[in-house]
């Protein structure tokens, strides 16, 4: 049993990265005849027009992984989980289309967040929701909540994560490794609470990543557009059918997520559109600064993300998971204002932010 499951695992994920690996070089191709090109601009200042049809292959690669994963014999003892994969499945293929026609035309942050509600609305009508979550404190289940409050908790995170992962693809690798490290992390959390076949999905990620992350390594050949959105997606819906493994995810996004916090307070501050990005991002600030190069920084935010997410494998203690929790955010947050004091002395505030 323990043979015919690798070997699903070895299918999928080798799958994944063949795919990934084609696609890219197919959507690299593809880009510049669609026009889907970046160009350098305030927030964006890498040389010259760069591919960024990203999303193709990160869908379509992950798409027919999971599909095929199906029919693999693994045990599957969820009775819920056929529907889970249509929301999963759905879900990120219509945020896949609009973030094409996001690449495509620049839509306004409306109609981003419009289809990122849609493509969120879907997986929480599959169940994919959340209805209980454990107490840190005491170790209790609480729930399941009403469904209002169980519809309202899963949207915000849903879009937490879409949003999270689209503000931090700002370097090289950045987003695809973080993102590449979670993968990991949840598939080794299913694996060892015996979840076989919930276990493909992140292993068809996690192919799907590496191939893709050979050609978006700094200096990148293809960037992923919207593709971020979508990762950002799957990665929260693969956290709530693997269990409400949230916990994990947060030490995993924790920096991520408070440098979106940051940055969303500062710009309501200043009187913008939080939706809309700028320089005023971490790691922004640090490149901008001259603090270090895109690939000494990315692989540090990697040892970060690493180090705290790899705590959840340490122990089931929910009160070591909120204490670890705790301590990220302290460290982060002194970071944060240090590299916010160190970058104001090294270049004007409208450099910085791209104002």
């Known amino acids: 049993m323990l043979t015919a499951y690798w070997l699903s695992v070895g299918l999928t994920f080798g799958l994944s990265l063949v795919l990934s690996v084609l696609l890219t070089q197919i959507a690299r191709r593809l880009s510049p005849a669609l026009g889907i090109l970046a160009k350098p601009d305030s927030r964006r200042r890498h040389h010259g027009a760069i591919p960024k049809l990203g999303a193709l292959p990160l869908w379509f690669a992950f798409m027919i992984a999971v599909l095929t994963a199906q029919s693999l014999p693994v045990e599957r003892a969820d009775p819920n989980e056929a529907i889970r994969l249509l929301g999963l499945v759905v879900g990120g ?24 509600v849609a493509a969120a609305g879907v997986a ?34 849903l879009l937490l ?47 799907t990543l590496l191939g893709f992350l050979a050609f978006n390594w700094h200096p990148a050949k293809i960037f ?14 693969l956290s709530i059918i693997g269990g409400a493994k949230m916990a994990t995810i947060l030490l995993v996004m924790g920096l991520p997520l408070l440098d979106l916090a940051w940055q969303a307070g500062r710009r309501l501050l200043e009187g913008k559109n939080p939706m809309i990005g700028d320089r005023g991002h971490l790691h922004f600030r640090v490149l901008d600064a001259g603090l270090l190069t895109p690939r000494a920084f990315t692989l540090i935010y990697y040892a970060f993300c690493a180090t705290f997410g790899a705590l959840a494998l340490l122990t089931t203690s929910r009160q070591f998971k909120l204490i670890a929790l ?6 982060a947050c002194i970071g944060f204002m240090l590299v916010a004091r160190y970058s104001r002395l090294k270049a004007p505030i409208s450099e910085q932010i791209g104002q």
């Open 93 to 116: 293929t219509l945020i896949f289309l609009f973030g094409l026609l996001d690449d495509k035309f620049d839509l306004p942050p409306h109609w981003q967040l419009l289809g990122q």
């Open 124 to 157: 929480i009508a599959c169940l994919i929701f959340i209805e209980r979550f454990n107490n840190p404190l005491t170790g209790e289940t609480v729930g399941p909540l009403p469904f209002a409050l169980t519809f309202v908790i899963s949207m915000f995170w």
């Open 161 to 207: 994560m879409m949003n999270t992962v689209n503000f931090l693809d700002g370097v090289d690798g950045l987003a695809g490794g973080v993102n590449l490290i979670a993968a990991v992390l949840l598939f080794l959390h299913t694996l060892r609470e015996n979840q076989l076949s919930v276990s493909l999905l992140p292993a068809a990620l996690v192919g």
């Open 224 to 237: 992923m557009g919207s593709g971020a959105v979508y990762l950002g997606f799957v990665i929260g819906a």
């Open 326 to 331: 705790l301590v990220m955010i302290s460290i």
